[in-house]
């Protein structure tokens, strides 16, 4: 399995972007589907979104849609999380996540912090 650390998070302003990092240790990156979990104070981590190990990407909920993008580096083993326009309903722990090489984008969705390998997370915080 994958050892993933996230990077990135910060403090901005509504409005303004961070752009997310999760380096993956391990063996056949590119064999990977990778997702973009958050959680916010109080719930449950959610779905934001995953990229899928053959390059296409999805979005979990349709109030990143058009804001965030998913990509990868293979060569670097590295997935990003691009999130512009922030709104303070973004704030939350953004962890990066994945499970067995070439699942598919909805087995990956399903995660939950008891199966697959996730990182420790990094916070986000969106000022209004």
């Known amino acids: 399995q994958l050892q993933l650390v996230e990077s990135g998070g910060g403090v901005v302003e509504a409005g303004g972007s961070l752009r997310l990092s999760c380096s993956a240790s391990g063996r056949s990156f590119n064999t990977y589907t990778m997702a973009w979990f958050r959680q916010a104070p109080g719930k449950e981590p959610g779905f934001v979104g995953a990229?899928?190990?053959?390059?296409?990407?999805?979005y979990g909920t349709d109030s990143v849609k058009g804001r965030f993008t998913i990509s990868r580096d293979n060569a670097q083993n590295t997935v990003y999380l691009q999130m512009n326009n922030l709104k303070p309903e973004d704030t939350a722990i953004y962890f990066c996540?994945?499970?067995?090489?070439?699942?598919?984008?909805?087995?990956?969705?399903?995660?939950?912090?008891?199966?697959?390998?996730w990182g420790r997370g990094t916070q986000v915080t969106v000022s209004s």
């Open positions: 996540a994945t499970g067995s090489p070439l699942m598919s984008i909805q087995q990956i969705s399903t995660l939950t912090p008891r199966s697959g390998s």
């Open positions: 990229i899928h190990w053959s390059g296409p990407s999805m």
